[in-house]
């Protein structure tokens, strides 16, 4: 578990001080893969690399696992920065080295042996799909393949947490989405917890389970991706939900239609629940009939969700009943308008 406590950060230089992180606290679950969402300047590289202390906070605590990183001495941090890996938007490989030597890299500062090394190497390259790149150089590499060099290096002393500065900025959509596979799969299979940041709500949404959102070095909403997902409260937010928010019209005629009576509602689906047939089982019961006027639906990780707006047409009861049945099946129902019936 990580804990950041209280932590502030400031740069100064001459008599100008930049106030990157105000009072974070933050607390990130062992095997959760936890995202940081924010826009340029936020703070988010500042807070990340705080989780390491590659960034030294002016104030207060980062606790990896009940130890006090900001409490140990040049060595034990050292030691305990081994637990932590570490990805970039721009790699940060060695171009003179290869593959193979770029991922060998920390095994040879741990002092591993040679055939421990070798053996790890091979493991690593087979864990994420460079199986046979092992002798290229860098230059020799895409982007995805590049990254995948990243990961394999940042894992090599089997971490307990992966860091990730922006690891999918500087890829094409269909190779981020390699890269966000790759990492899922390695938090299933290694129980290994990822903090990611990014100023991509695609990212999040793909493979998140929870996220934070940072503003002007302040955390501004968290929460788990569904609850923030549905329920954005600060604006900051709401801008980052736009970018993949993709409406579907289903029915155009009935949303361009004058005739305004009826009660609109919009229905929050969220796993499972999405696939039921629960409203038609309630206009069934009630009587009422209802057109679809928008729909979107989408995959948050595994979960499917989405949100429909519906006209309840009928006897004002029967539409307050339906809205009652919904509601009592578990789902999340916010009533626009109670039109004349
Ligand atoms: N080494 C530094 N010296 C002085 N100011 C800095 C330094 N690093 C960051 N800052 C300032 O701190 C604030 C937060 O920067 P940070 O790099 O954490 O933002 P970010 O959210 O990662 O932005 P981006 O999306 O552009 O990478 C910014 O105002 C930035 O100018
Ligand atoms: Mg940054």
Redesign the pocket.
């Known amino acids: 578990m990580i804990k950041l406590q209280q932590l502030r ?1 400031e ?3 001459g008599s100008h001080t ?1 106030h ?2 105000k009072e974070i606290n933050l607390t990130i679950e062992k095997g959760e893969i936890f995202g940081i969402i ?12 705080s989780i390491n202390l590659l ?1 030294r906070p002016t104030e207060g605590k980062v606790i990896v696992d009940g130890v006090d990183l900001t409490s140990l001495s040049t060595k034990r941090l050292q030691e305990q920065r081994r637990r932590i890996g570490m990805i970039f938007q721009h790699f940060n490989l060695l171009s003179s080295a290869t593959v193979e030597e770029n991922i060998a890299f920390p095994l040879r500062l741990a002092g591993t042996s040679k055939s421990a090394v070798q053996a790890r190497v091979r493991e690593l390259l087979d864990l994420v799909g460079l199986g046979e790149q092992g002798r290229k150089y860098p230059a020799q590499l895409s982007g995805g393949q590049k990254q995948r060099v990243g990961i394999a290096r940042a894992l090599a002393t089997n971490p307990d947490v992966l860091l990730c ?2 690891a999918t900025s500087a890829l094409d959509p269909q190779t981020t989405n390699s890269i966000l596979a790759l990492l899922l799969d390695i938090n299933s299979k290694l129980n290994i917890t990822i903090v990611l ?1 990014t ?1 991509e709500m695609h990212v999040i949404r793909s493979i998140c389970d929870r996220v934070a959102v ?1 503003h002007a ?1 302040q955390i501004v909403e968290q929460g788990s991706v569904a609850e923030v997902f549905m329920k954005p409260r600060h604006g900051v937010t709401k801008q980052f939900i736009e970018q993949v928010a993709d409406p579907v019209e289903l029915d155009a005629a009935a949303a361009d239609q004058t005739d305004v009576s009826g009660t609109v509602i919009q229905i929050n689906f969220l796993g499972e629940t999405t696939y039921d047939p629960i409203l038609s089982r309630a206009v069934q019961q009630t009587g009422v009939t209802f057109s679809i006027l928008q729909g979107t639906i989408s995959r948050m990780k595994n979960t499917p969700y989405g949100q429909l707006v519906v006209r309840l047409q009928g006897p004002a009861e029967a539409a307050e009943q339906t809205i009652v049945l919904l509601r009592e099946s578990g789902l999340d129902v916010e009533v626009y308008n109670h039109g004349l019936v």
């Open positions: 950060k740069y100064r230089s930049t990157a992180l924010g826009h340029s300047g936020a703070g988010k590289s500042t807070l990340l690399r960034e500065d922006e940041i100023h940072i070095g």
